[in-house]
């Protein structure tokens, strides 16, 4: 739907600015007010001018359902490509406690979308569910650009405008260039780069010079070595993925899921799953990370597989050293089986992210 010729409009930079006017409101002027205490009138935003990103037209202002719309386990609402941590539960909370403290604000700009998906307010969408609440004010936008540049360019700049969440970083806007070149989108060389910083970013609106070269320079040479964009959830919301995506029950009994980021994992790993679980029958082993870089996920599981095994071998020895006896061919599958990684890596995981199936740690 191209935007109605009512509207005051001008093109900035590739951008389109438009005046909300009443008639650009559907559905119910009034939503239920946050807390339970008074309404939320969308009439308060008339007249506010309002930056539609590039490869989207402006349809309607009105609100998202909150209970049928969002679903937080979907890849959708996972802010991948436009936020370097994903949504993170820090920064839910903080959302959650916002609103729960001054209700919802109508001077901030609503969050927007279109029917593939959000492009901006992820984070407010998901707080305010998870706080109960029913309606959120929302822009409904058109998609007229093929692929994800629009709406990862979108949703990077508008988190680099303002912060009702949490403003964005340049790890951020390098996250979101990996992003598009893992998905074929941006030609990894400075040019392409430099051209997609400035036109779809406006970069320099934003940063300084000597931040824009530290981000252009991040671009290329973490890609030159071999690194993606990760998407990363909470351990709760995987444990909800594997059970919905994957059919993988994690139960902490017979299959467990735990972080590689840290030597004290593995070392929980062993005491809680190994030790007390898999004495006589193996346990299964799943694991995932946070860290946005996958060459250091890879370094990261490395390390959790040699120690986890070590654990397992130096058990067998204080046994029997204490025994005044010495075990041979230790089988370490008699107790655990890391049965694989959740696939998290954009591009180097992509079969298997749309085929629903662990990463082999061999292939990780």
Request: hydrophobic share 35%; glycine share 8%; net charge negative.
């Amino acid at each position: 739907m191209s935007t109605p010729l009512t509207h005051l409009r001008q093109t900035i930079a590739n951008a389109t600015m438009i005046t909300i006017k009443r008639q650009d409101i559907v559905g119910p002027n009034k939503l239920p007010g946050f807390n339970r205490v008074g309404e939320i009138n969308l009439e308060n935003f008339l007249d506010d001018e309002i930056e539609i990103p590039q490869g989207y037209e402006f349809e309607s202002l009105g609100s998202l359902d909150l209970d049928t719309e969002v679903n937080e386990l979907d890849d959708m609402w996972s802010n991948d490509g436009v936020r370097d941590k994903g949504n993170t539960e820090d920064r839910i909370q903080a959302l959650q406690n916002g609103f729960l403290v001054k209700g919802y604000l109508t001077k901030e700009t609503p969050g927007m979308g279109s029917k593939e998906g959000p492009v901006e307010g992820r984070g407010r969408a998901l707080a305010a569910k998870r706080n109960g609440e029913k309606k959120l004010p929302w822009i409904n936008l058109t998609k007229i650009e093929d692929g994800e540049t629009s709406r990862v360019s979108g949703g990077v700049e508008e988190n680099l405008k303002h912060d009702p969440a949490t403003k964005g970083t340049r790890e951020d806007v390098i996250t979101a260039g990996l992003y598009l070149i893992g998905k074929g989108e941006l030609e990894p060389n400075e040019v392409d780069i430099r051209d997609w910083l400035k036109d779809r970013i406006h970069i320099h609106k934003y940063f300084i010079q000597a931040n824009v070269t530290l981000i252009l320079d991040g671009i290329i040479k973490r890609h030159a070595e071999g690194d993606n964009a990760v998407s990363i959830k909470e351990r709760k919301s995987w444990m909800q993925v594997l059970d919905k995506e994957f059919n993988i029950l994690v139960d902490n009994k017979t299959t467990f899921l735990f972080s590689i980021d840290s030597p004290t994992y593995s070392c929980r790993c062993f005491c809680e799953a190994v030790l007390e679980y898999g004495t006589k029958t193996p346990v299964d082993i799943i694991l995932y990370t946070k860290r946005r870089l996958p060459s250091e996920a890879r370094k990261k599981l490395e390390t959790f597989v040699k120690d986890i095994e070590k654990y397992t071998r130096l058990t067998y020895k204080a046994i029997g050293n204490k025994r005044g006896m010495k075990f041979e061919n230790v089988d370490i599958n008699q107790h655990y089986k890391i049965r694989g990684c959740i696939p998290q890596f954009i591009a180097d995981h992509k079969d298997e992210i749309l085929a629903r199936e662990l990463v082999h740690i061999d292939s990780y």
